[in-house]
């Protein structure tokens, strides 16, 4: 068992450190989905392999994938101990609006207790904090695990090279669990795992009436307008209670157990807190659940966009010649990309009048993923966080959709934690992107404790 209190030590003597590592890192403007930026992804991976290197890990290399490559390495230090798979990203979004930041989004400025630029939460303050953690206990005989890491450079547009990926290389990434260090608390004081993340199915619906634009006036009336058809059609899709009206769409949704809903109602976001966050005038959603259980544990259908005809200032009397919607599926264990891709074109081809034609189009997918409340990783995570904020951390999924979960646990065998210490408000995505620093140097004291306690 590794001495933690040497390891603790050795992290609050060198936080200034870690503060300076991260620095170096935010430096480099890994924008993976802007092709301009493909030398500095490179320097990224780069970065995180020499990382690694100095850090004593045995076996590092850069593996190419369909897109950007993914640094793998392995630290085998404890023997016949179980193995953890790390997994983490150091690719960032883009920075735009460019004017909206307060001081250079690749240049980290330190403002109060925070330290901002792009990627300083998402994602790579957290991967800064665990390999703070890693090193703090090298110090001392180690971690109490055995460590492979998966570092990739494409989680920002939606991981599509990973999957193929994966499964080429699952024997080289076999553990016994995974730790996604891609993650965040509720607050300062509110420390949370999150153990379940919903999939994503996402999909553009084309359609065509004429070959052309044309006078509203002079064709109105004798050729359907495919703005109104798709309207409607994407009207028809969910009903007045907040519920999707697709057949079967409901069929395969796990339901939620009641201690688990008694879970979700111990987090702090009342509808008092949605209402804020969003300034809507009132909440909406499916009817029976509360706001969290709706945002975060029960399937939902949106429209993301929609595009049709004329947009510009003034009047112009066309009738448009096509129109799109794009709609995306947030699914929950365990429904699939497939079965609600089957059902959303069984609808469309029963409501498309034969005056239009149209196309349906999948563009991303992603299957939910859910670990175990009582698995050795959550376990492990809950204890690591109550040693360090000295309260019992809340368990929570969240609604967005981290591709690798579900991966990791088709791929794998194996169950994923997401432990992260980014806040509400540190405006991920956004201008004036920031870590807390406390909080960062407390999430290198919570890595510590699961890398020396596992499994709990």
């Not at 299957?367 to 000295?390: H, N």
């Not at 432990?419 to 140097?441: S, Y």
Request: a negative charge.
């Amino acid at each position: 068992m590794p001495t933690i209190d040497a390891a603790l030590a050795f992290a609050r003597r060198h936080q200034s450190r870690a503060v300076d590592t991260l620095r170096e890192f935010i430096r480099i403007p890994s924008i993976s989905m802007s092709p301009e930026h493909m030398a500095d992804l490179r320097l990224g991976a780069e970065w995180v392999a020499g990382r690694l290197r100095s850090l004593g890990v045995e076996d590092v290399r850069l593996m190419p994938t369909a897109g950007h490559p993914v640094v793998y390495g392995r630290w085998s230090g404890a023997g016949q101990a179980p193995t953890v798979l790390v997994y983490g990203h150091y690719d960032v979004q883009p920075v735009d609006p460019i004017e909206l930041w307060k001081s250079p989004p690749f240049e980290p400025e330190v403002r109060g207790d925070n330290l901002y630029g792009r990627g300083a939460s998402d994602m790579k303050g957290q991967l800064v904090a665990f390999l703070h953690a890693f090193e703090a206990l090298l110090q001392d005989g180690g971690p109490a695990v055995n460590l492979v890491f998966l570092i990739e450079g494409e989680e920002e547009t939606g991981s599509p090279s990973l999957e193929a990926f994966l499964r080429e290389q699952a024997a080289l990434f076999a553990c016994d669990a995974c730790l996604n260090v891609d993650g965040s608390i509720l607050g300062p004081e509110e420390p949370a795992i999150v153990y379940g993340v919903r999939g994503l199915a996402y999909f553009e619906i084309h359609v065509r009436a004429a070959a052309h634009d044309l006078h509203s006036g002079l064709f109105g009336g004798a050729v359907d307008n495919p703005a109104l058809v798709l309207a409607q059609a994407v009207a028809g899709l969910r009903d007045a209670d907040g519920r999707v009206t697709l057949p079967g769409f409901y069929d395969d949704v796990r339901p939620l157990a009641e201690d688990e809903r008694r879970e979700l109602a111990r987090l702090p976001q009342d509808d008092r807190w949605w209402l804020e966050q969003t300034g809507a005038p009132a909440l909406f959603g499916e009817k029976g659940y509360t706001a969290n259980e709706r945002a975060l544990a029960r399937p939902t259908l949106d429209v993301n966009g929609f595009l049709s005809g004329f947009t510009g200032v003034g009047s112009k009397t066309v009738l448009p010649a096509t129109a799109m919607a794009k709609v995306s599926m947030r699914l929950v264990p365990d429904q699939t990309p497939e079965s609600v891709h089957q059902a959303l074109e069984a609808y469309l081809r029963r409501v498309m009048p034969p005056s239009v034609t149209w196309e349906l189009k999948q563009l991303a997918h992603s299957l939910p993923g859910v670990a175990a409340r009582d698995s050795a990783a959550v376990l492990t995570a809950r204890a690591a966080l109550e040693a360090v904020w000295r309260k019992p951390p809340l368990l929570s999924r969240t609604g967005g959709t981290i591709p690798v979960v579900a991966m990791v646990q088709q791929i794998l065998k194996a169950e994923s934690v997401i432990v992260g210490f980014g806040l509400p408000d540190d405006n991920l995505h956004a201008p004036n992107e920031k870590i807390h620093l406390p909080t960062f140097h407390r999430g290198a004291e919570a890595f510590i404790h699961f890398l020396a306690g596992y499994p709990a």
